[in-house]
């Protein structure tokens, strides 16, 4: 869960962009140009940076491998507690006085937990450098977890499922993968339930700190105004006294369960939220560009693929239509999502299938492969413009153990894609049999089928 108060967050903007709005956020590096360099600090941690001194900026992007998927049984959530508690005091500071320290430096420093993993980001201005790196220290390695800011937060969780509760679109997402997933992990919300946040306690809390922060499963990237010297001393001081090992875990690989299965799920509302899936691919599959193409034609091409053509401009039948490639640690998904009148949803759902069948059955042509690659290889560099951005994709390829290289080889891995491979892969992978669809509101001719 990413936290953060409203006015420390427009302090903390503030006083950043006013450093650097007129040069920094009005640069668009192309991704060929950044330069990475590997970072080993004097007590063996590793980093990837980017320097870039033209303007007093750091930005540190983070994360431990190990997310929500591990919470225990009946305690559901706690990932997501740890990451909203951390900063809520550190060391000799409570609450007040360590989000008082953050307004005073003007610092942004946000946590989340995702299901695969749990991460952090930091941003501050250079003169702050080392008291911020310091709370970020406090906050990983000796985080307070005091009562009154636990249960606080535990209400703030609560208070947002109850407003997702009655979310048609949330509704709609929730079981779609509890279904997808029974019994499995990735079926749980990472925000936990009603039912299982009150039973997570501050022994749970501490036990999550100190099992999963450890340096054999960190990955650090920074970008900004530091030199390689000075990142790897920073290092040694924010991370050098966790543990070297985190305790062991394994979770199973799963495929997602397919069927040709259709759940309604009664809502008074006048459009039918729909969402959709079956099993998809995993990121270290070696056909992973071959269905990440197929799927930007399919659905992932936004006014160009061939769901939101036949949807929405052909048949005026939704606002938008979407698919995705949705790859976990241990499986992989392919999903999406529409919303329609619910007079129209049937034929929504009837197009969306044979939009899928004849995506397996014909494949790409060579003009969408083109079109595909194109797009997908041009508008690579708009993904660097700013240094978060930077940072938090260094980061996703440090997780993923695609190489340090990646930026530079990843519009070549595209274009080495045949016809011939993606259209394989389409026939592989897309099932309309397979589909389960979730559907929130009162669809006309739409029933409840395969559950």
Same mark, same amino acid.
């Given at each position: 869960m990413i936290?953060?108060p ?9 006083a950043?962009?006013?450093t650097?709005?007129?040069t920094f ?6 991704a ?32 431990f ?7 225990p ?11 909203s ?7 000799d ?5 360590? &989000? *008082?320290?953050?307004? +005073?430096?003007? =610092?942004s ?10 991460s #952090?980001? !930091?941003?501050?201005?250079t ?6 790196f310091?709370?970020?220290k406090?906050a990983?390695t ?8 636990v ?14 509760s009655?979310n ?12 997808l997933?029974?019994?499995h992990?990735?079926?749980?919300p990472v ?17 999550f700190?100190? &099992? *999963?922060?450890?340096? +054999?499963?960190? =990955?650090?990237?920074v ?8 990142? #790897?001393? !920073?290092?040694?001081?924010?991370f ?24 309604v ?17 995993k990121?270290n599959?070696?056909?992973?560009f071959?269905a990440y193409?197929?799927n ?22 939704a ?41 397996a ?16 290889t ?24 695609l190489g340090?290289k990646?930026?530079d080889?990843?519009n070549s ?9 993606v259209?394989?892969v ?7 049999d ?8 009162r ?9």
């Amino acid at each position: 869960m990413i936290k953060m108060p409203a006015f420390r967050l427009l302090l903390a903007s503030a006083a950043i962009a006013a450093t650097f709005l007129t040069t920094f956020l009005m640069r668009a590096p192309l991704a060929q140009a950044i330069d990475i360099q590997k970072i080993v600090s004097p007590k063996g941690l590793t980093a990837w940076l980017v320097e870039d001194h033209s303007n007093p900026i750091i930005t540190v992007n983070f994360a431990f491998r190990g997310g929500a998927a591990l919470d225990p049984a009946g305690k559901e959530g706690l990932a997501n507690l740890v990451a909203s508690t951390i900063d809520e005091g550190a060391g000799d500071l409570d609450s007040q006085a360590f &989000q *008082r320290a953050l307004e +005073d430096f003007s =610092v942004s420093l946000n946590f989340r937990a995702g299901q695969d993993s749990f991460s #952090g980001s !930091l941003r501050t201005l250079t003169r702050n450098r080392d008291r911020v790196f310091e709370l970020l220290k406090l906050a990983l390695t000796r985080p307070r977890f005091d009562a009154d800011a636990v249960a606080r937060m535990k209400s703030q969780i609560l208070a947002g499922l109850r407003r997702r509760s009655e979310n048609p679109r949330q509704i709609a997402g929730r079981m779609l993968l509890k279904t997808l997933f029974p019994g499995h992990s990735y079926g749980n919300p990472v925000m936990g339930s009603a039912e299982t946040i009150p039973f997570i306690k501050i022994v749970d809390l501490k036990l999550f700190q100190a &099992q *999963r922060f450890a340096k +054999d499963n960190l =990955v650090v990237s920074v970008v900004g105004d530091v030199t390689a010297v000075a990142l #790897g001393k !920073l290092l040694d001081s924010v991370f050098g006294s966790l543990p070297e090992t985190a305790s062991p875990w394994k979770l199973p690989d799963i495929m997602a369960t397919a069927g040709n299965r259709t759940i309604v799920i009664d809502k008074p509302i006048p459009q039918s939220v729909i969402r959709f899936a079956q099993a998809g691919i995993k990121r270290n599959d070696p056909d992973f560009f071959a269905a990440y193409i197929m799927n930007y034609v399919l659905g992932g091409g936004g006014f160009e693929s061939r769901l939101y053509r036949e949807i929405r401009e052909k048949r005026g039948l939704a606002y938008s239509v979407y698919s995705y490639l949705s790859p976990y640690n241990h499986t992989g998904i392919i999903m999406g999502g529409s919303a329609t009148a619910n007079a129209r949803a049937a034929e929504t759902i009837k197009i969306l299938k044979n939009e899928w069948r004849r995506m397996a059955d014909q494949g790409l042509t060579r003009t969408e492969l083109d079109d595909a690659k194109t797009y997908l290889t041009g508008s690579y560099p708009l993904r660097f413009s700013s240094s978060r951005q930077i940072a938090a994709m260094m980061t996703g390829i440090q997780l993923e153990r695609l190489g340090i290289k990646y930026i530079d080889q990843r519009n070549s891995f595209i274009n080495t894609v045949t016809l011939d491979d993606v259209n394989q892969v389409a026939k592989k992978l897309l099932d309309a049999d397979a589909l389960t669809l979730v559907v929130v509101g009162r669809p006309d001719g739409v029933q409840a089928e395969g559950q």
